[in-house]
């Protein structure tokens, strides 16, 4: 089948006062392990710059050893930004800008500034991401936990709860759908959130919603765990959620109203989690996945019967390649098409274990998982890079893959404008008299 795509990564990034464990050769290496053969990562601007931000990215990514794409967070908004915006676009090769309602007083952005980013994306044809939880809110309740002293990992995931999810999900998809612009909403991990989703698709917005691994199939129990270091290595934002949201997400996931499977892989080892001990605010947040995807994804959704292999295949390259702009290059088994390609053998088990993971992080959080479903051989570019539970990897191989505008997701989005425009019956016409 083709190799799998990867939508949402963080290799290499700075994030709460540390670095991901994993750079862009470390986690490139696991993800190819694991039968993915392309991922999108998140260039984070510096000082509000996209153009410093990228070519930092540039720099970082100078080691790849697999094909690699580019997201854009927004961060700030000027028309310096603007600018910058459309030379990503036009010539940097991103079409798609991500921008945070959560981390307030770092990332996150207001209404206002949500609002320009998403005309000038629909403007450039490129897709505006989001992170949808109400960061306001999330302050107000980490305050909350904090002076009930509840100070350990548990306090992060009551201090964000579904509510503020499904609340800035319905936000975002709301001020989407008044631009009229495609929105992806990125690792949703809740029905709080999912069920917005829904009800937009059924009204035939333009929304397209990314669960992650961790999502699908882990469970907010571990938070409660009395060993820190333990509980800790589950601390992402949004929260992994109570047992019965993963459920759900994986019938949306089946019923086509969740598009794509992604990981948000933000790794941290134990000294780098050790630095919340006292203070949950201060974990940096983020979980593994990129080795782990297209294995845990067949095992839970295939080999469960909730999908089929073709939409296995679906869910894990082809819709990301369309969405992304960049398919039949990526993401088919075609003449003319990357030799990205994996064999799976649906009789083989695997086993999860950080001893044997690929990446640099000393944990894992589905150490000791089984299934069934292996990976035996990933091709990426025509090049054998994985076969006999050996890498053949070399730094450098990793292509940048540009990824132009005006995605599948824009088709007949200038109709639907001229129809809005159509059926204003105004200005009315006055009489000055």
């Known amino acids: 089948m083709p190799g799998g795509i990867d939508p949402h990564t963080h290799l290499a990034m700075e994030f709460m006062g540390s670095e991901t464990i994993d750079d862009f050769f470390s986690g ?11 991922h999108i990562d998140f260039v984070i601007p510096v000082d509000g710059s996209l153009s410093a931000g990228y070519e930092a990215y540039v720099e970082k990514a100078k080691r790849s050893c697999m094909d690699y794409g580019f997201h854009m967070a927004i961060t700030k908004w000027n028309e310096t930004v603007s600018e910058e915006m459309e030379i990503m676009v036009k010539e940097k090769g991103i079409n798609s800008f991500k921008f945070f309602l959560a981390y307030k007083g770092s990332f996150m952005v207001n209404d206002e500034l949500l609002m320009e980013g998403l005309k000038k994306c629909k403007s450039l044809g490129a897709l505006a991401m989001v992170h949808a939880e109400n960061g306001d809110a999330v302050f107000e309740g980490q305050k909350r ?17 579904p509510v503020l999810e499904g609340e800035a999900t319905a936000r975002a998809i709301r001020l989407a759908s008044f631009v009229n612009t495609p929105l992806y909403v990125v690792h949703v991990m809740s029905i709080d959130a999912m069920e917005e989703i829904a009800r937009a698709r059924k009204s035939g917005q333009r929304v397209v919603g990314e669960p992650v691994v961790s999502g699908l199939l882990l469970n907010d129990s571990v938070l409660w ?33 969740l598009q794509l499977v992604g990981t948000d892989h933000c790794t941290f080892n134990s000294t780098q989690k050790a630095l919340g001990i006292g203070d949950f605010r201060k974990i940096p947040n983020g979980v593994n996945g990129m080795e782990e995807r297209m294995h845990l994804v067949w095992n839970t959704m295939v080999a469960s019967g909730q999908i089929s292999v073709t939409e296995y295949v679906r869910i894990t390259s082809t819709e990301c390649a369309r969405i992304f702009n960049i398919y039949p290059r990526k993401g088919a088994i075609l003449v003319g098409s990357d030799a990205d390609i994996i064999i799976l053998n649906p009789n083989s088990s695997f086993k999860i274990s950080s001893k044997s993971h690929h990446y640099r992080t000393d944990t894992n959080v589905y150490e000791g ?6 990976v035996e051989t990933t091709i990426a570019g025509g090049r054998v890079v994985w076969e006999n539970d050996e890498l053949k990897v ?31 019956r105004a200005p009315v016409e006055r009489s000055t008299t």
């Open 28 to 38: 490139q290496a696991a993800a190819l392990a694991g039968g993915t053969t392309m």
């Open 145 to 161: 936990m904090i002076e009930l002293g509840i100070t350990g990992p548990e306090g992060h995931a009551l201090s964000r709860p």
């Open 225 to 257: 765990d009395p060993d820190f270091q333990f509980a800790a290595r589950y601390v992402m934002s949004p929260p992994i959620r109570a047992a019965g949201h993963g459920t759900a997400l994986q019938a949306a996931l089946a019923a086509g109203v």
């Open 369 to 374: 998982w089984t299934g069934k479903g292996k």
């Open 394 to 424: 070399i730094p450098g191989a990793g292509k940048y893959i540009e990824m132009p505008p005006f995605s599948y997701l824009f088709d007949g989005i200038d109709k639907a404008d001229a129809k809005y425009l159509s059926s204003l």
